[in-house]
């Protein structure tokens, strides 16, 4: 009887595992497997020789890498795009969101959030290519410029220009799609609060001091804490396409230098070992996050 | 009938969010313009948005430059390759972990979770693809993307969401479980399946990084590397192509190169009405928390 009951079990749970056979499969071979190609950090890797018989040369490409002057001006380029993403983005999707639900016309609503949403779906290379029309040597901007003030600007050539254009594309792109995680949040308030403020005679602002920004502390404080933890994550596509050799002083972050050095110079261990001192430190990072919002009384990311 | 009141909280609320939609709206007005302008018009600096005069001479260029119809056919082809891929694999693999009774499915979600948080990084996974043989193959742009922790967790919430009485009463009818899959769970899972569909496109659509890494063979190229080298202005970039990249995009002139924006983006604004119908409805602020 237990023979065919544990039977009827096999029986019935075989499918579930074939089911999850492609994806477990899928998540081995392009998530697991590369973790394990993070050894090659501690070898000499030559694709010549083969990933088992390179040599092993323990902490020095680490040792390589932090010695150099390139490390310092990467933490510097990448953290201070970082930096400014929180600074600027950050509050202007929460000031986005807050407009938008304070805004008391629903077709007008409807239609602005139809628009603010629509840029995020675009490819960074439209964007680019958006970004070129405009800012270009003959984009419509040094047009005006010149038209208006008699000079002109180059924007996309230039260390000066790059971290505000680049803080600006990600507001076009992003701003209006990151409101939805706040939108979701102030769709939860009980109208009840704003009724009661009225009746104490409150103004819009007063409401939102101190009924709608309240109401989002938890969402923003894990959303700060999410940033804060992928500091030194870039947003690689947009600088791979808007660095240049003209800007690379202040465009060249983490991401962007394990690309140069090892896709472009092959030196794929040296390359490994920077990529692999990012992970680790994002990993560190991204726990500490989730450790203080879980101090700060908050649910934690995870 | 209540009039409402408007303040002067409304009106500058409202001035604010229209100036927010105009800097969103006039650079696509721009490029439609230009793309119909002569190129003297535009590289003059002869209009900001209205043309003077209107040609279709670039989309008359696009649409017979083998390059660019190539590119497309190439796009065209990993986007409906992806999001099959995506869908199969997101969807069993999600399924399987939505039953409580799986044994081992905590451990599973956990090896998922966490890539979530670490990755090997760029190299190691150029190497694995490089290994695979996968160098110039389409495969390479669609398998790597295949899936992710994120689809996973949130479609997986959708299936617990479903009530459970449904598949037992199926069981003890004497279904299978493929056929319970198949027959009672999917066609109830239609909204969730079209919002990842339609995410999936967009995503495979404007794939444009592991296209220039993993294609050498440029004729296998899809639209957004292609397009990139169009826009590509005098050293956009560092490489040796760039030289290259910015004199072929010198001949082409303004109208080609906004035209191909254009055209890059158009399956975009053509599926966004239904994709905005879904994600409206917050179908992806499942919670990932497990």
Known sequence: MTGLLRLNHIKRLWPFYLLAAPGILYFIVFHYVPMWGLLLAFKDFSPFIGIWDSPWVGLEHFRDFFSTNDFWLLLKNTLLLSFYNLIVFFPVTILLAIMLSELRFSLFKRVSQTIVYLPHFLSWVVIYGITISFFGPSGVINHVLEDWFGGSANFLISNDWFRPLVVFQAIWKDAGWGTIIFLAALAGINPELYEAAKVDGANRFQNIWHITLPSLKSTIVILLLLRLGSSLDSNFMQIFLMTNSLNLDVSNVFDLYVYHVGLEQFNYSFGITVGMFKSVVSLILVLAANYAARWMGEDGIF | MKLKRISAFDGLNVLLLILFSLTIILPFLYIIAVSFSPPSESLAGNFYLIPKRLTLAAYEYLLQAPTFLRSIRNSVVITALGTCVNLIISIT??????????????????????????????????????????????????????????????????????????????????????RILFSIVLPLSKPIIATFALFFMVQYWNEFFSAIIYLNDTTRWPIQPLLRQMVAIGSSNISSEAALDASLAAQLGPNVQNAAILLAMLPIIAVYPFLQKYFAKGALLGSIKE
Do not use: C
């Open chain 2, 93 to 178: 693999l999600a399924y399987a972990l939505s039953k409580k009774f799986v044994p081992g499915r905590r451990i599973i979600l956990l090896f998922i979770f966490f890539t979530m948080i670490f990755h090997g990084g760029l190299i190691p996974n150029y190497l694995v693809v490089k290994n695979l043989g996968l160098i110039d193959s389409l495969w390479a742009v669609v398998l790597p993307a295949a899936s992710s922790a994120f689809n996973i967790m949130v479609i997986r919430t959708f299936f617990q969401g479903l009530p459970e009485s449904l598949d037992e009463a199926a069981r003890i009818d004497g279904a299978g479980e493929f």
